[in-house]
């Protein structure tokens, strides 16, 4: 899928910008998960049994900023590449999200989960071209992982 050089300009400059409050960012992106899909909340091994949201949970910051990153990271691939060329060490996303029940469908609530995050902290700096632009890092990213899914990877 083509990628401008302004599309990834876009989501380099508000991931430096996200990348600087980490706590809030995760605490959010899970509201939303959570507010879009409440079932889809008891997936996690860190919300399970809490009423909550935990506001310092350090596994829970870490993989709500790897989700981020990844995205982020496939952006500058398509820009490179054309393709989203994941790492390796990502190869096993796959079947951690197999294991913990995740189906295709639930792609489509983390996708409108992350944008809503990415609109409410970058305020002024928002607009649709920005917002697209994730989407589509995003859904490519997302294409790898289910394919590594359907693959039994
Ligand atoms: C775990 C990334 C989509 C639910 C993880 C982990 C990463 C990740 C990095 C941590 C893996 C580890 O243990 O080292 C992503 C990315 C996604 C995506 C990049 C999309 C592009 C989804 C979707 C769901 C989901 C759609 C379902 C709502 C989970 C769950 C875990 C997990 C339940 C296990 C968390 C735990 O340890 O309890 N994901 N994920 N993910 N993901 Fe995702
Ligand atoms: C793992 N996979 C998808 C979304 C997530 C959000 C927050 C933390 C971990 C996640």
Redesign the pocket.
Known sequence: RAFSERQEALVKSSWEELKENIPQLSLRFFTW?SEI?PV?KN????LKDSDEIPQNNP?LQI?AT??FK??YESAIQLREKGVVDVDPTVKY?GS??IK?G?TDP??E??KEALLKTIKEAIGEKWSDELSNAWEIA?DE??DV?KKEMKDGI
Do not use: E, P, Q
């Open positions: 998960i899909a889809a997936m996690f091994s860190f596994i993989h790897k989700v990844l995205t996303l951690i999200h913990n995740v639930h792609f609530v983390v995003y990213l997302a992982i």
